[in-house]
């Protein structure tokens, strides 16, 4: 009976550790707090609004799930489902699958742990009001990683160069109309209302971004147009049924937004891209809601429209418009070329011998493993699909290939991972099936951004070295 209560006690004491709940917060411009709390155990999920003062507004309760999405299963998604509606969160993990962060696709709001928020570099909540790109914070807040990219998460919003030297306001449209004529570098909020800055950022015209002063901090720049065609080709760009525009469109802010498939895709990617419209050379203001265009480094323009599922491309050179600004971050050295191989060489116990030994006259059985050496060649590619390729070799013959797409991630931690994609098929004939699968590798950087090599997460004792 002892030993039945004892086990009683054990079930009810593990079943009380699976229902702790994690909890997670975030602050607004109003300090009121937002605190999210997931039971694991239950799939039980509450939501909690405070005022400044810490008095409860509102407390909501739900259930929660957790689904792998994104082109290759590599963006992990939390949904809270809710009486009056539903909430989807981006859910960063660390090494161990603990949550780390949940940002709201839709808010662009990002709640901490919090147990963990005050050891944040700033000490406090972060919300949407600083995810800003603006001349007073350029940090990791603001961006979003999409694929091997990592992009501001809002438009530009500064009204100077990296040198310090002021960028004129056009507050009319006969300003605007003379620089234009001046050839001479300036910006404008849409309407010239500062009201549209806080939601669009500023229009720059075209002598901005040709300016030698430069308006991108280090490490980041005006994005080329195979950036933006990067962007494009992560959701399979190119077909009408790719619908890439709608994981890049901000939710609900688009002019008949019913007329697309917004609320199944919007917004997945994090960009939150925002139909902010653009300033014709003659200062007439065209498309709010309807449109969003943004500047390559060339002088041609990205476009996004309401009415279109996928994304277009301009040449503004002559017309001299005002635009938006995206800011995306440089490549790192290994972007840089046209791929990266790696190899890791290791001995592998396939089998053993076993004999019969005499210690004087005592026998003995003594044991031999016998080894083949195992090569294995991962090839990472930089070309549209991000390809990659795994070949093992045993005593230098080849015994299997896998081709799958590689992305980076960046950890809460500050390190990052190789994340390799792959189908693998299990069974035969009309037994056969097919499963998405994953292999992890931490970078170990040689600099700041050049990989020196790579160490397989769930394999960690021997290191695939970069050849070249």
């Given amino acids: 009976?002892?030993?039945?209560?004892?086990?009683?006690?054990l079930l009810s004491f593990i079943s009380q550790i699976k229902a702790q709940p994690q909890n997670f917060c975030a602050k607004d411009n109003q300090g009121n707090k937002y605190e999210i709390s997931l039971i694991q155990g239950s799939g039980k999920a509450i939501t909690s609004t405070y005022t400044s003062s810490g008095v409860m507004k509102n407390q909501i309760s739900g259930t929660f799930s957790r689904t792998d999405e994104g082109v290759y299963g590599s963006a992990i998604f939390v949904t809270i489902f809710l009486p009056n509606g539903k909430m989807k969160f981006l859910a960063s993990y660390d090494s161990e699958g603990h949550i780390q962060e949940l940002k709201d696709v839709l808010a662009g709001r990002v709640f901490y742990s919090c147990n963990n928020i005050n050891s944040n570099k700033d000490n406090s909540y972060n919300d949407g009001s600083k995810l800003s790109f603006n001349q007073e914070k350029f940090g990791r807040n603001g961006e979003v990683q999409i694929g091997n990219q990592i992009w501001a998460s809002e438009n530009l919003?500064?009204?100077?160069?990296?040198n310090g030297d002021s960028i004129p306001e056009a507050k009319t449209s006969e300003d605007w109309v003379k620089y234009i004529n001046?050839?001479?570098?300036?910006?404008c909020y849409y309407n010239n209302d500062p009201l549209n800055g806080a939601k669009y950022g500023k229009l720059y015209n075209y002598y901005v971004i040709t300016d030698s002063r430069g308006i991108s901090p280090k490490g980041w720049k005006i994005p080329t147009s195979n950036d933006w065609n990067l962007l494009s080709k992560h959701y399979d760009g190119g077909s009408?049924?790719?619908?890439?525009?709608?994981?890049?469109?901000?939710?609900?802010?688009?002019?008949?937004?019913n007329i697309s498939e917004e609320q199944k895709f919007s917004n997945t990617s994090g960009f939150t891209a925002l139909p902010g419209g653009y300033i014709q050379s003659n200062g007439v203001f065209m498309y709010e809601t309807f449109w969003g265009l943004w500047w390559k480094s060339d002088g041609g323009s990205f476009l996004l429209s309401y009415d279109s599922h996928l994304s277009s491309t301009g040449?503004?050179?002559?017309?001299?418009?005002?635009?938006?600004?995206?800011?995306?971050?440089?490549?790192?050295?290994?972007?840089?070329?046209?791929?990266?191989?790696?190899?890791?060489?290791?001995?592998?116990?396939?089998?053993?011998?076993?004999?019969?030994?005499?210690n004087g006259s005592q026998p003995y059985i003594e044991t031999t493993e016998i080894k083949e050496t195992e090569v294995s060649k991962l090839t990472l590619n930089n070309d549209n699909q991000n390809s990659a390729t795994l070949e093992i070799y045993k005593n230098e013959v080849l015994k299997r290939t896998i081709n799958g797409n590689w992305i980076t991630i960046n950890n809460s931690d500050g390190t990052s991972n190789v994340v390799l994609n792959y189908t693998i098929q299990t069974g035969g004939g009309y037994e056969s099936s097919y499963k998405q699968v994953k292999s992890l590798f931490r970078i170990t950087f040689i600099n700041d951004n050049d990989i020196l090599y790579l160490t397989e997460i769930l394999d960690p004792d021997e290191k695939f070295y970069r050849k070249d």
Avoid: H
């Fill in 1 to 9: 009976m002892k030993n039945l209560f004892f086990l009683i006690c």
């Fill in 157 to 162: 919003n500064i009204n100077q160069f990296i």
């Fill in 182 to 187: 001046e050839k001479k570098p300036a910006w």
């Fill in 240 to 257: 009408i049924g790719s619908r890439e525009a709608n994981y890049l469109k901000a939710r609900g802010k688009w002019a008949e937004s």
């Fill in 315 to 358: 040449n503004f050179q002559n017309t001299l418009p005002g635009l938006s600004i995206r800011l995306v971050k440089e490549d790192a050295i290994y972007r840089k070329r046209i791929k990266l191989e790696f190899e890791r060489k290791r001995s592998v116990v396939i089998d053993t011998k076993k004999e019969i030994k005499m």
